[in-house]
Structure formats: C-alpha cells, structure tokens
C-alpha cells in the first residue's frame, strides 16, 4: 500500500503527467548566457510579452548568465530540470564551439532545440579610404602579401571568427586575425586605420561608421540581399558562396517533453507573425529567419559537423 502510494506520488511529479498544468502559476525562466543591454538580452525582453501572449497563463522571467562566450547561461540551461520552466536562448555557434575548446559541463546533445529566430550574417568592411573596394580586391591583396592584412573579429571561436575562417579556406588566403572584447574597440581599430578590416554582424555594422569615418562593407554573407543594405552585394553574387554568421534561437533542457516544446514553438512562430513584435524587430535592425524545431535541429547538426571537421584541421590556428 505505501509502496502504492509514494508511486503515484511521483508520477504525480513527473513532467509528462503534469503536463496539463503547465504553465501553471510558476515562471518560466529564459536564460541568456550574456550582459543585460546587448543584443540576445534585448531580443528575449522584446520577445517575452509576445511569448506570454500567446501561452495562457505563462509569465516569463529573463536572467542574465553573463560568462566567458556564453558558457554559463548554455550550462545553466542545459543543467536545468526539464519540466518547461527554463529555456534558453543559444547562440551558435559559440554554444556549439566551447565543448570543442574546453571542458564544459554540458555538450551538444544536451539540449532539446526548440526554434531559430535571429540569424545575422557576417560582412567584412574595410575602412573608407581603403583601397580595397570589392572582395575580389581584398582576396588578391591576401594572396599577394599572405598574413600581411590584419582583420578583426570578436574573439576566436565565435561565429564571426568561424565565418572568416570559411571565407579565407574558400579563397586559400591568410591573413592576420586581430581578436577584440567587443564591438566597440573593433570599430575604433577599423574607423583609425589599426586594421585592415573587420569580421561583424550585419546589424552590428550598421552603427559603424560615419559621414565624417565612413567604412565601406564589400559584402554580406547571406543568401539573398538584406533590406539593411539593399546596395551591397552577397558574397555569392561576387562568386563567394559561403553563408555565415550568428545565430539565436531557443532550446531546452534535453528531456522536456515534446508537448511543452511544441506549445512554445507554436507562441514564437505567432510571435514572429505578429505585427507589433516586427515593427519592434525592425527598430532594432535585427535580421529575422525563423526556423522550426525540425529544420532548427537538422541545421544546428550541420553547424556541429562542421565545426568538428574545422577544429580537427585548423584548431583556431
């Protein structure tokens, strides 16, 4: 009879018999692995009314796990209990590449892809007054004095670095790669002449620069010309077809059931129908590319296979 008893008590606790009341009156905790203020924070504090708009009864509670690459909040999510009330922004593929660098306390299978939202594509810009104007410019300028361009990114094994390290092994190039803490001293370096280029997001790139400094972007590695800079050519329309940058989406912790991730699939991809929620998209130059749970997890594998097959030739050089 006891044994009776403390069984159905903790099928009582378990995820998938709870389900029905979930979300109940308990918070949902939505994780972001960097500083209040930048651009993953306040993409989640845009999103999380929408969300709890269209999940009754959700309210959602965004905490910040600021750490070197992300690795706390990608940790913290994974490590959670997966019963629907943590889920986690990922930013790939800095999630994706820490495990290869470093011993972390959770790996690419530890989590439960829910949807992509944000992908923002790399660009390559050289100063103004460059006299590199185009990549074709920038690849015979490489290859006529190899290492001797210095270009800038925001640190290795972050998705800008990735991104240049596809472009310079398509084009058998070298260069010298001038790792930054951030955007901020990355463009004064680039906006002073101290380098000879730089490695960013398309919406990053868009605040750099001035009439005074301009800078000049010689392309976007997306698949079709972004509305941002409807003037600058891809990387495939110059005969560079490489597709690259950074991208945002949610996951949870392996082993939420699939109702729940199914139910907070549904309320993003509302989310990112919902008018309100693009024109405040819009106002932040953030580039939208929403992809479903499956379509989430078949391209977050191809980033991980290709990242394996990168660290075991070119481990970050």
């Not at 008893?5 to 905790?29: E, R, Y």
């Amino acid at each position: 009879m006891k044994k009776s008893i403390i069984l159905a008590a903790a099928l009582a606790l378990a995820p998938g018999v709870a389900l029905a009341d979930w979300p109940g009156d308990k918070p949902i905790t939505l994780v972001v692995g960097y500083s209040a203020g930048g651009g993953t924070d306040i993409l989640a504090r845009t999103m999380a009314p929408f969300l709890e708009k269209y999940i009754d009864g959700a309210s959602f509670v965004v905490v910040n796990k600021p750490g070197p690459g992300g690795e706390y909040g990608f940790t913290e999510t994974a490590n959670a209990d997966p019963d629907g009330y943590t889920i986690g922004f990922m930013n790939a593929p800095a999630f994706i590449t820490l495990p290869y660098e470093r011993e972390t306390r959770y790996s690419f299978d530890s989590f439960a892809p829910i949807a992509n939202l944000v992908t923002d594509p790399a660009t390559l810009s050289v100063p103004g007054d460059s006299t590199i104007g185009s990549l074709d410019d920038f690849v015979a300028e490489a290859k006529a004095a190899p290492s001797a361009l210095t270009i800038g990114h925001q640190g290795y094994g972050g998705s800008m670095h990735l991104s240049l390290e596809g472009f310079l092994d398509m084009t058998e190039t070298e260069v010298t790669q001038v790792p930054f803490p951030g955007i901020p001293p990355a463009a004064t370096a680039l906006l002073g002449g101290h380098i000879a280029g730089l490695v960013v997001g398309a919406g990053e790139a868009s605040g750099i620069g001035s009439e005074d400094k301009p800078i000049k972007i010689l392309g976007v590695m997306s698949r079709e010309r972004l509305e941002l800079f409807p003037d600058i050519p891809t990387f495939a329309e110059q005969g560079y077809e490489i597709y690259s940058g950074s991208d945002r989406g949610f996951a949870a912790p392996k082993g939420t059931p699939d109702e729940i991730v199914s139910k907070i699939g549904e309320a993003i991809e509302k989310t990112l129908e919902d008018p309100e929620f693009l024109k405040a998209a819009e106002e932040q130059s953030l580039p939208l590319n929403y992809m479903n749970k499956a379509e989430y997890t078949e391209y977050l594998s191809e980033v991980n296979t290709r990242i394996g097959k990168l660290w075991e030739t070119n481990p970050w050089r």
